[in-house]
T-cell receptor, first 117, second 113 residues
Framework: GAVVSQHPSWVICKSGTSVKIECRSL??????MFWYRQFPKQSLMLMAT?????????EQGVEKDKFLINHASLTLSTLTVTSAHPEDSSFYIC?????????????FGNGTRLTVT | DAKTTQPNSMESNEEEPVHLPCNHS???????IHWYRQLPSQGPEYVIH???SNVNNRMASLAIAEDRKSSTLILHRATLRDAAVYYC??????????????FGGGTRLMVKP
């Protein structure tokens, strides 16, 4: 079945530093990838939609200059949390849709737990 | 996307069937009903989806009401590994640019041995 790999699975960084999270579709091409954030005991919140070869579309309230998204190929999207602060500590999850049928399921990575100290 | 309503939590005994309800009274004609589940500390995984007819796959069954205003995810024999948060999501395959999923609160299923 379709697999989405997310790396790293967890990361601890100091306040003010930047962290890059990678999301790869391993056995299919994904023209669109989605980045979600999940705080403890809460549901997933969509941050942005990443389209291959074009700028990402950010949800209201998500700072595009803080959460840099690059979708340079059909199998890789990256999310960089710049100048991270403790309030950015969260579970970040990417997902990808096979570029086939419009109603095809989304495939999710296993998430990256970011802790900013 | 139209909203869904699910119970916050449910309990089940191991090896018994589980029926997880979902209300979606404002569903539109082009909304598919999707179910995903999220195990602890993992990303969500796809379970099943349907439009009008009941659906079966190796993981579960989806029963859709005739008026489509509600649906039920059926796990035929719950195992401890089925303990997760189950999300019922409506997804407009025609008008949803990019086809992202909007997650609600979901139902936390607890399975007792």
């Amino acid at each position: 079945g379709a697999v989405v790999s997310q790396h790293p699975s967890w990361v601890i960084c100091k306040s003010g530093t930047s962290v890059k999270i990678e999301c790869r579709s391993l056995d299919f091409q994904a023209t669109t990838m989605f980045w979600y954030r999940q705080f403890p005991k809460q549901s997933l919140m969509l941050m942005a939609t990443s389209n291959e070869g074009s700028k990402a579309t950010y949800e209201q309230g998500v700072e595009k200059d803080k959460f840099l998204i690059n979708h340079a190929s059909l199998t890789l999207s990256t999310l960089t949390v710049t100048s991270a602060h403790p309030e950015d500590s969260s579970f970040y999850i990417c997902s990808a849709r096979w570029q086939g049928a419009a109603n095809s399921p989304l495939h999710f990575g296993n998430g990256t737990r970011l802790t900013v100290t | 996307d139209a909203k869904t309503t699910q119970p916050n939590s449910m309990e089940s005994n191991e090896e018994e069937p589980v029926h997880l309800p979902c209300n979606h009274s404002t569903i539109s004609g082009t909304d598919y009903i999707h179910w995903y589940r999220q195990l602890p500390s993992q990303g969500p995984e796809y379970v099943i989806h349907g439009l009008t007819s009941n659906v079966n796959n190796r993981m579960a069954s989806l029963a859709i009401a005739e008026d489509r205003k509600s649906s039920t995810l059926i796990l035929h024999r719950a195992t401890l590994r089925d303990a997760a948060v189950y999300y019922c999501i409506l997804r407009d395959a025609i008008n949803n640019a990019g086809n992202m999923l909007t997650f609600g609160g979901g139902t936390r299923l607890m399975v007792k041995p």
